[in-house]
């Protein structure tokens, strides 16, 4: 259990410089950072081996202005950036928080880049929904765990401590708010570890089921597709300190998670010219305005599930992703010459799914309000999904120095916070969530934090 507990009197087994809660990517880059600037944090994991959200997304970081957009012939800002991120949350995000995002985006992409040897190259076959460029860097395998394997990887070449297997449950505060350390369960035996700064990276709420179904009950029944650690540790810690909370309802979804494979379909099988249907061959939305909002939309469907229809051309351009890959060889890939055969196959009415194959009108708006530039042509592709709950978006209200803030609006003394852990630049709706918003703020607001940490 999560708990906040006085530090009088309290003897620590160890004490550190800096601890961090997390070994994701917000937590392996803020250790990095703290490394760099000469000073040896310790990392608490409660996994094995590190993994947590960072694993499970495609690895892909939205970045504004580097030079691997340069090299491409992309032009982008970090203005244009802010300005993408500020109109998807519908203004409700803080300010200095997405423009401290979108200014050190770029910076932190290519800082890993140069000091830590990350492949980075931007996806060009096709542009996510609300950005105004192409600026999703990813690593050659499109996976987060080829992401947090290179992270750990550069921690352990410094040689930062890693201790996995530990949880931490009690953090240790003075009547100021002070952190003095934490207690963890270091595999059924108790340790308390002192610190100078504390850094949570623990992620957000999502494997909390009864979190979820209080500030998001729209997916209080939903598939949750992320790391199971994310019990809201940081959350549950924040209200017992007196710390600021902030939307709360923002989430990412996710409305393409192929059923019953529980694979992640990457969201270019829509938005190349594909669309979905609901178990009566009907679209029921506008694809293109995201794919977290789509989540909700998939559910209140029939059944809860939909059928992603796209085509060959498609599918190629999909198979960059390794969930894909790994979709089509466990058979989740259903493919048919013509649409009444598809039709047959994933069972849904041949004259519905033909209709709405048949009112595309390519470059003009559909009765939806999309507009979609290519039509599909034989092989036609089937996929059955739902909506899954990937990540919360909401949680400690932290300063553009990544440091919490108590309710009065003062940051703690000593405590910082980044990734999940931390309030978002999504707003309180899952339709606020911009593609890639999820590891922009873990690396961003992880590398502020370690810059932030040092300074104490």
Known sequence: MSEVRSSDDVEFDSEVPVLIVGAGAAGLIAALTLSEAGIEPVVIERDAVPSGSTALSAGLIPAAGTRFQAQQGIEDSARLFA???ARKAHGEADTKLVRAAAENAGRTVEWLADSFALPFEVITDFNYPGHSAHRMHGLPSRTGAELIDRLRGAAEAREIPILTGRVCDTLFADEDGFIEGVEIDARGARETIGCGALVLACNGYGGNADLVRRFIPEMGDALYFGHPGNQGDALLWGEALGARLGSLSGYQGHGSV????????????????????????????NEARGYSEAAAEVLRQPGGIAFDIFDARIAAIARQFEDFKTAEKAGAVISADGIAALAARVGVPVDALQAEVDAIDIGKPDRHGRVIEKKLAAPYCAIKV????????????????????????RPFPNLFAAGGAAVGVSGAQASGYLSGNGLLTATVFGRIAGTSAAKL
Not at 398 to 409: E, F, H, M, P, S
């Open 83 to 85: 300005d993408d991120i």
């Open 258 to 285: 192929a059923t019953p494979h529980n694979i992640l379909i990457t969201w270019a099988a829509i938005m190349e010219g594909g669309f979905q249907v609901n178990r009566e061959g009907r679209r029921f939305a």
């Open 386 to 409: 739902t909506g899954a709950l990937f990540h919360t978006q909401g949680g400690l209200a932290i300063d553009a120095n990544a440091r919490v803030l108590q309710k009065n609006g």
